[in-house]
Each structure stands twice: as structure tokens, then as C-alpha cells.
């Protein structure tokens, strides 16, 4: 697998624009970005590649990236940074399929795959195809199984993408209570991308404040939807990553939390 690093920032990116505020800065400073959040896998064996997520900023990327038009997409959750790009199959793509969950979900009262058709039914180039969690799916030569993680209110899943002889493991946007299910699927990758909006510190400016306290009482998820980056990278430690990076970075820490050597920018590859 050749994995691309398409989108690795939260709802606004960084550079946020307006801002300029010294991670803001330091990224214009460095010539690097994260946009919103989407994965390109490629198989080598096939030539196929898989979108995991479609961002609003999917043309910008794939022009700035130069990579292969997808052969099919995952879907992960129906908010705007992850689902929004999927306009842009209009004259761009002939005909793909979509995959996403079928569960539905009481806040919606439809699955991620039903809110997918009716948001896009206009779109004749998407065939939506309904996946029951944990149900490995052959996608383009790749073995992909959605597992629930919890981003409330809303249903969301992260996904792991296999070949014969390698392992991607995506959280999706999630805090660190995972089902230990889900964190059975999600162990033992080659590379793991961990949702971590803001280091724990942060915590404090949020209403609700930090939960999923370490016995230090430092803490693991951010208000209720995301990690911190130190429950990130305590989630890699219990699934034994071999590689991990950090995504849906926010532009809030500072340029030396922000540009970490585990955050992610746009643009960074991985061969598994």
C-alpha cells in the first residue's frame, strides 16, 4: 500500500484564514498545511486507490498531490470535513462506489450510508453500498472493516485497510473510549493515524473541560468528541502501532506542540 496523507487538520485547517495566531503563522513560516481530513491509499498490485473520506478541500488536494482520481471512497461520518467533498463527483468521476456504515442512528434516524444517498442522490456517478461494522469488505484488492468509535452525538467508525502484508489502522474522529473491540480490529498496524485535536492542557478553555483521565489526571479526550494528543499517543502505545501520526490537528497548540514529530502535515506518504 502507498498511503497518502491527503488532509490531516480539523473543521478550519491551519493555516486558519483570518488567523494569525503563531501556529497559523509558523505553517505559512514552514510552507506546509493541513487541510481537511482525507487518506488516498493506493494498492500497487492493482493500481486501484481508495479515498477514505471525502474533504471539502478533496480537488485542491488531489491538483496539489497529483494523485490518481479514486477508484472507490469510504466514508467514516456525515459532518461536513469528512462527507462535503463527495460534490465533487460531479464531472469528475464516472462511476464509484461508496462505502459506508449501515447502522442507523438515533440522532439521524438513518445510517451514514442512507444520509449519503439522500444528501447526493442528485449525483449519478455515486453507488452507495451499505457495510455492517466489523464485516471485512474487498474494496479494490484492499480488505476494509469499519469499527464503531464514539463521537458524540453522532454514529462515526474508524476503519482498517489490509493487504497480504500490511495494516492501516485510521481512529476516525473519536475520543478514547473505543470499544475494545474496535481496538482489537484497530491493533497491530503498520501505521496508525490517531485523531488528536489539541494537547490536553487545552483541555481547560473547553465547557466541558478534559475526561478519560490518566491516574495522573491528565486527560485523554478532549470535551467528549476527540483525543488529546497525549491520549493519542497512549491509544498508539496500547495497540502497539509500528508507526503512528497524528491528524485533525487543530491550529490552537503552539507551533512547537503543533509541528510535533507525530503530528502530520498535508502531503506525507507511507509505503506498507
Do not use: W
Not at 460531479?90 to 456504515?101: C, E, G, M
Not at 438513518?110 to 452507495?128: H, K, M, Q
Not at 452525538?153 to 470499544?179: M, Q, R
Amino acid at each position: 500500500m502507498e498511503v497518502t496523507l491527503l488532509g490531516t487538520g480539523d473543521t478550519t485547517g491551519t493555516p486558519t484564514p483570518g488567523c494569525s495566531c503563531p501556529t497559523c503563522t509558523a505553517a505559512n513560516d514552514r510552507d506546509v498545511e493541513r487541510t481537511r481530513f482525507s487518506v488516498h491509499v493506493t494498492n500497487e498490485r492493482t493500481g486501484e486507490s481508495v479515498l477514505i473520506d471525502a474533504s471539502p478541500d478533496l480537488r485542491y488536494q488531489f491538483l496539489r498531490d497529483g494523485l490518481s482520481l479514486p477508484d472507490a471512497i469510504v466514508i467514516t461520518h456525515i459532518h461536513f470535513d469528512h462527507l462535503d467533498g463527495l460534490g465533487n463527483a460531479y464531472r469528475l468521476l464516472d462511476s464509484v462506489p461508496v462505502y459506508a456504515a449501515d447502522e442507523t442512528d438515533p440522532q439521524t434516524d438513518e445510517s451514514v450510508a442512507e444520509t449519503i444517498e439522500r444528501r447526493f442522490d442528485y449525483l449519478d456517478a455515486i453507488d452507495v453500498h451499505p457495510q455492517t461494522p466489523f464485516e471485512t469488505v474487498e474494496v479494490c484488492g484492499l480488505q476494509i472493516t469499519l469499527v464503531p468509535v464514539e463521537h458524540p452525538p453522532l454514529l462515526c467508525y474508524g476503519l482498517t485497510v489490509e493487504s497480504d502484508d500490511a495494516k492501516l489502522s485510521i481512529t476516525g474522529d473519536t475520543n478514547f473510549a473505543i470499544p475494545d473491540r474496535s481496538r482489537h480490529q484497530l491493533a497491530d498496524a503498520d501505521l496508525l493515524l490517531a485523531d488528536a485535536i489539541v494537547p490536553a492542557r487545552l483541555c481547560s478553555h473547553h465547557p466541558l473541560g478534559g475526561t478519560h483521565k490518566t491516574t495522573a489526571g491528565v486527560p485523554r479526550t478532549f470535551g467528549t468528541k476527540h483525543m488529546t494528543t497525549e491520549g493519542a499517543l497512549d491509544l498508539a502505545s496500547e495497540l502497539r502501532a509500528d508507526r503512528t501520526r497524528l491528524v485533525h490537528i487543530s491550529h490552537f497548540p503552539t507551533p512547537e506542540e503543533a509541528f510535533r514529530p507525530e503530528a502530520a502535515v498535508d502531503g506525507e506518504q507511507f509505503s506498507l
